[in-house]
């Protein structure tokens, strides 16, 4: 989208699908690495550090790191020393005009070398940091020998996060959660700037279908699609299904699993658990769902609630995640840790068919909020503020 309005002065990735390292991808059928390049960024400016991360790929199959946030740390360490040495063969750069743009973790090197330089810098703070782990742990205790390995984070990793936020012009984050999290960890409000995701689909592209009505006989197909783990209110989620056993309801879980296999071979009749899956089959589980659920107790954002909608799903989520649900319209908004308040969402739409086809259909129009151009006009207004000009009109 900024390449497309001329705004992308150059992408810095870890990982970019070109030339022969395309040609060696398809050889070897790695897709998740094909996939990594875009048509339409044939002809701009990117940066990437391919055999860096093929290492680091290797590394973590072969030795999976006992500290995983210490690995983190190292990757983006190396990353954004990678993308600083980029950066200062750019000769002829104007770095007073220049906004230095990047995501936690790996933008702290790289954007102090530009900042010195006359360059203003926002951080994309992802997730809602301590916060957010303080709630896992929290869960940890709730629901002991669920978790497969308990989250540990070191205090340098968290420092690390603090010092990014206080050198950025501009901390952006994707939903008024983060934000108040943010906050909670003294980030200035004024400081940070909300700008949720985006989402278009090339193959929903053109007017959508009708939604066909659903037979009385068939199960109303429940869908959750993510990581497997407390983080997501999976507990929850199965607590919901058993309330729901006697009810003609069908759940598909989707996604690599981090609960314990006890929790997985005892989880009610009316639960299937089919793993991490490819691409291509994700939509097909959209696609056969009736309703998609997301009882999170923490997200940034969550991008699978748009998705969902595209495909004509109702969402029912919690609060804790990106602003996407209107309550009662296009799915429900209920209380995190509330298997009832689940099962009673769920039990409405499987009641009630002519509100589930409504429901289905506001869906997809929901989605009209978020697409790209709304993402290049909310870009445009904080771009404004950063260089002090008048917001452009599109």
Not at 12 to 36: C, E, K, M, N
Not at 264 to 277: E, I, M, W
Not at 318 to 330: K, S
């Amino acid at each position: 989208m900024l390449h497309r309005s001329g705004r992308l002065e150059a992408l810095f990735t870890d990982y970019w699908s070109h030339g022969l390292w395309h040609t060696l991808g398809r050889t070897a059928r790695a897709h998740r690495l094909t996939s990594r390049a875009h048509e339409e960024l044939t002809d701009a400016e990117v940066y990437s550090f391919n055999t860096s991360a093929i290492l680091d790929g290797l590394r973590q199959r072969l030795r999976r790191p006992v500290d995983p946030y210490a690995e983190f740390l190292r990757i983006g360490h190396r990353f954004g020393r990678q993308v600083r040495s980029s950066l200062a063969r750019r000769r002829d750069q104007r770095w007073e005009n220049t906004i230095f743009f990047g995501y936690d973790t790996g933008f702290l090197e790289a954007a102090a070398w530009a900042k010195d330089r006359g360059a203003a810098c926002v951080v994309c703070q992802m997730d809602p940091a301590q916060v957010e782990i303080e709630m896992v742990q929290e869960e940890e205790k709730r629901w002991p020998a669920w978790s497969k390995a308990r989250l540990l984070v070191p205090e340098r990793y968290s420092a690390w996060r603090r010092a990014e936020w206080a050198l950025a012009d501009a901390v952006m984050v994707n939903s008024q959660w983060t934000l108040e999290a943010l906050v909670r960890q003294g980030v200035p409000a004024g400081k940070i700037h909300i700008v949720p995701l985006a989402y278009e689909a090339a193959e929903l592209a053109g007017p959508p279908s009708p939604i066909p009505l659903k037979p009385e006989a068939e199960p109303l197909r429940v869908l959750f699609l993510g990581q497997v783990n407390l983080r997501k209110g999976v507990p929850y989620l199965l607590e919901a299904a058993k309330l729901l056993r006697s009810e003609n309801i069908q759940m598909d879980i989707v996604g690599p699993i981090s609960i314990s296999d006890q929790c997985v071979v005892t989880a009610a009749s009316n639960v299937r658990f089919h793993g991490p899956v490819t691409r291509d089959r994700v939509r097909e589980f959209y696609t056969r769902a009736d309703v998609f659920v997301l009882p999170t107790i923490s997200d940034g954002f969550a991008l699978t609630q748009l998705e969902a909608m595209a495909h004509g799903l109702p969402v029912i989520t919690t609060p804790n995640c990106g602003r996407v649900v209107t309550d009662g319209v296009d799915g429900f908004l209920i209380p995190p840790r509330d298997p009832a308040a689940l099962a009673r969402a769920i039990h409405v739409l499987a009641e009630d068919p002519e509100r589930l086809q409504a429901m289905r259909e506001a869906a997809r129009q929901a989605l009209a909020r978020f697409r790209l151009d709304q993402l290049d006009s909310n870009l445009r207004t904080l771009e404004s503020k950063l260089k002090g000009t008048t917001p452009a009109t599109l």
